[in-house]
């Protein structure tokens, strides 16, 4: 047999390469107090093999599961297996001198002469010592003397590889000589646990060993005493299991099928593939003791009153709530209780309940136990427990590395064959998709065709990328993104295209192009490239305020360096698009007592106007307008000035002599100077006026005198907001839905409110929205005041817009309130949908706003 440094035994293998050498510790170390604090346990990882030659990394679970049951199904190629036959036997001496031979031999029940003699023999002790000065100083004494006893009672041909002792806690080893070479890897280690949480007095004394190949732990513990410290005794297990940890090493691994690990750390109770748990467990029967004794001695209950008392057992019950052990497996109960005896006697204690405090137990979760005897030794009576004894049976195994390598390797390369035969396979029937011509608002889809053309299913989506984090850009979309088909099935991808203000920034301004490369991912394939592209048009719809402040031309015809040389210009005004719509509304809405801002736009109408802001053209009344002589609506308005459009061919206008020219220079118009050097906001705010006499002080050949009045219940209506002072609806003599409309005006208004909502960050910034909304619900002063810190270009457009707002309410044209709902949604606007305020502070916001000085 091999040894290491004259130490003991150590484990040698079938294959020479793999020979190494494990200390073994054959004399005890005396009381440690549980000052080995070891972190963490080893783990077993399985399939994690390095191949010298070349590195194999499975990290897939399916795979693992497939490796795994290919080892298995070929485990006789590198694994023999045979049985390992152990004594393990625990007793509670009560601090008594050292058992007599006879003693000791009725405990371990076997002699030389039984063929099914034990190979391993382990004994383990509590309350070794019980003298006070034993939790002071380490006195070997006691451990020597017990060795001795069971050396004397062994049969011939055991040889002793480890023992552990602390305190009252003593575990001892012993191999018989004819396995003694199969022994390595040998280590103790022990734990306290009793006084202030680490005196030795309660804990546990633990050997580890590799058998072969296999490691076992064997732990022997000492636990609470007491009925009611069910919980103290539940959690002492647990801190055993966590601080009774052995020195890393290389021998022996739980799973023969599972690759050799290196050492990682410290190596834990669980480390191992099976573990053997005995000792004064102190679990008792019930939840506390007699209230009254019982007499001079109790009589063993009888077999017959077993079972009723095993219902009561608070091992059991706590393996069964799994509070402790659990995981671990006793073998019947068919002996007396071993707690508490009349030392000397077969009696038990009257101020105890009997109760089965000595166990043997143990862990392996892959089975491999059995158990061909459980008792109690009767007849030794010279403590007050009684000595169980329990005869395990273990498989064991080595393994030939070298061997089990080769097969591993075998199977990964049966693996890959089988991958390759299996790996999914699709074809797109385009790998570029075209979108054309894009505009702000407008959505455009094209579809792909993707099918499975290999024989497994596939699985599929579309993967962030260094550009997109959630795999393709922010202006598209695709439906389904992700899905699976079955062998020869296809799917139709719809990719569409929709830039909106979260999106339009960089496109408008061209420092992105509408453009990208997305990634198509097959799982366990291969990934596809498909490019997407279209001509993106810049718009005045999404357009940031910043740059519209700035243009003087139309957008569509901005080059990329044309828009930094706009912003550094440090000019500014009101937009040239929000101009030319209110404009438009001034003079053929609100002049003419139409209302605004009341009804939905014609659709048809929108993207003609759209272009029209887009080339910086006027606004063609005679494509627009449809005049109508009364008040009510006609249902098929907006579907005949859509087709008309569509045909290119202007409406008839039925007020036309009411379309003479205006001025030019109107007050709207007029506005723009004015507010171009900026100001502070309340000031500005506060002498917002639009120039009302300017009205129909016209350029042309004729004046405003000659022009026909509007249609005579226009003018009734028109008179009466007029007669109302300041021209709210609460003052108003005629209800604003009452007034005619026009589809154009209407479409002219709607495109206005989708200016101000297409803005990437609103007019007032999102930053703001807080401030503004809660100003909202104090005073016309707190809104003033919150907008001091608002930009000088934001607030030129914003005075602007709220002069021409100002006025709309004071003809009649809308109420104030309806004004108030309507941009109160797209002035504001908060950053997230989770940040809107609930409440009707930004509506109010806006109705200060509009209010005049001096008003109410």
Request: net charge negative; charged share 20%.
């Amino acid at each position: 047999m091999a040894t290491s440094n004259g130490q003991g035994p150590a484990a040698n293998s079938s294959d020479a390469a793999d020979t190494s050498t494990h200390t073994n510790t054959s004399t005890s170390t005396s009381t440690d107090a549980g000052t080995r604090t070891g972190t963490g346990t080893g783990t077993n990882t399985p399939l994690a093999l390095a191949d010298q030659a070349s590195s194999y990394r499975v990290s897939s679970p399916t795979k693992e599961a497939w490796i795994s049951h290919s080892l298995k199904k070929r485990r006789g190629e590198f694994v023999s297996q045979q049985q390992l036959r152990m004594f393990v036997g625990t007793w509670n001496v009560n601090g008594r001198g050292p058992a007599t031979a006879a003693e000791m031999r009725a405990w371990l029940g076997f002699s030389s002469a039984d063929a099914d003699a034990p190979d391993l023999v382990v004994a383990g002790f509590q309350e070794l010592d019980a003298r006070a000065e034993a939790f002071v100083y380490n006195d070997a004494a006691k451990e020597q003397q017990w060795t001795e006893a069971l050396v004397q009672a062994l049969p011939g041909g055991y040889r002793k590889v480890a023992a552990r002792q602390l305190i009252g806690m003593f575990i001892v080893v012993f191999v018989a000589e004819r396995c003694y070479d199969s022994v390595g890897g040998v280590q103790t280690a022990s734990v306290g646990c009793g006084i202030m949480g680490v005196v030795g007095n309660k804990g546990a004394v633990g050997v580890r060993l590799v058998y072969g190949d296999t490691p076992v732990c064997f732990v022997c513990a000492h636990l609470a005493h007491d009925a009611a410290q069910v919980e103290r005794r539940n959690a002492q297990f647990h801190e055993v299991c966590r601080r009774l940890v052995f020195a890393p090493d290389d021998a022996g691994w739980p799973d023969p099928l599972a690759p050799r690990r290196e050492p990682a750390g410290a190596v834990g109770v669980f480390d191992h593939a099976y573990v053997v748990w005995l000792g004064d467990l102190n679990y008792r029967v019930g939840q506390s003791e007699p209230s009254e004794p019982g007499g001079p001695g109790q009589a063993d209950p009888g077999p017959s009153t077993y079972a009723e008392l095993l219902a009561l057992d608070q091992l059991r019950a706590a393996m069964g709530d799994r509070q402790a052990f659990a995981g671990f497996e006793e073998a019947a109960v068919r002996f007396a209780p071993t707690y508490k005896f009349v030392p000397g006697t077969a009696r038990y204690d009257e101020r105890r309940r009997p109760a089965w405090c000595d166990r043997v137990l143990w862990w392996a979760p892959s089975g491999g136990i059995g158990c061909d005897e459980y008792t109690a030794a009767a007849s030794v009576l010279m403590s007050d427990h009684r000595p169980v004894r329990a005869r395990l049976v273990a498989d064991v195994w080595r393994v030939g590395r070298a061997r089990r390598q080769a097969v591993y390797l075998d199977v990964l390369r049966e693996l890959d064959r089988y991958e390759n035969e299996c790996i999914p396979t699709a074809s797109l029937d385009a790998d570029r998709v075209d979108f054309g011509r894009v505009v702000f608002g407008s959505r455009v889809a094209r579809r792909l065709r993707l099918a499975n053309t290999g024989q497994v299913p596939l699985e599929y989506g579309f993967v962030a990328t260094p550009a997109y984090a959630r795999g393709m850009p922010a202006w598209l979309r695709i439906a389904p993104g992700s899905g699976m088909l079955l062998p020869g099935e296809a799917a139709h991808l719809e990719l569409s295209v929709l830039v909106d203000e979260r999106s339009s920034a960089a496109l408008t301004t061209l420092s992105e192009d509408l453009a990208a490369i997305l990634v198509l991912h097959l799982t366990r394939g291969r990934d596809y490239f498909l490019q997407v592209a279209g001509c993106y048009e810049p718009s005045v719809f999404g357009c940031p305020l910043e740059i519209l402040v700035h243009l003087r031309g139309p957008i569509r015809a901005m080059q990329r360096a044309d828009f930094a040389a706009c912003l550094a210009s440090g000019q500014f005004s009101v937009p040239r698009c929000v101009w030319a719509l209110t404009d438009f509304i001034a003079r053929y809405g609100v002049e003419r007592g139409c209302s605004c801002f009341e009804r939905p736009p014609d659709r048809a109408l929108m993207r003609v106007v759209r272009e029209w802001l887009d080339e910086d053209q006027a606004l063609d009344p005679a494509v627009l307008l449809q005049w109508r002589a009364e008040a009510e609506a006609e249902a098929d308005a907006d579907s005949h000035v859509a087709r008309t459009v569509v045909e290119g061919r202007s409406p008839q206008l039925r007020l036309e002599p009411a379309m003479r020219r205006f001025s030019e220079r109107t007050a709207v118009g007029s506005a723009i100077p004015m507010l171009a050097n900026g100001g502070a906001a309340s000031e500005a705010l506060e002498r917002m006026t639009l120039d009302t006499a300017s009205y129909g002080s016209g350029s042309g050949s004729e004046s405003e005198s000659d022009a026909e009045p509007p249609t005579a219940s226009v003018a009734a209506a028109a008179a009466a907001v007029g007669n109302g002072g300041s021209g709210s609806s609460s003052s108003s003599t005629v209800a604003v839905s009452a007034l005619p409309h026009d589809i154009g005006i209407d479409t002219a208004c709607g495109c206005l409110v989708d200016l101000f909502r297409s803005l990437p960050e609103p007019l007032v910034p999102f930053d703001m929205y807080a401030a503004c909304v809660e100003a909202g619900g104090v005073s016309r002063a707190a809104a003033l005041e919150a907008l001091e810190i608002l930009a000088p270009g934001r607030l030129n457009v914003l005075v602007y817009l709220l002069a021409f707002l100002r006025e709309c309410v004071e003809r009649g044209a809308v109420t104030r309130r309806r004004v108030a709902r309507v941009f109160a949604q797209v002035i504001l606007r908060p950053r997230d949908v989770e940040d809107a305020v609930v409440g009707e502070g930004a509506e109010r916001f806006v109705e200060f706003l509009l209010i005049a000085q001096g008003q109410i």
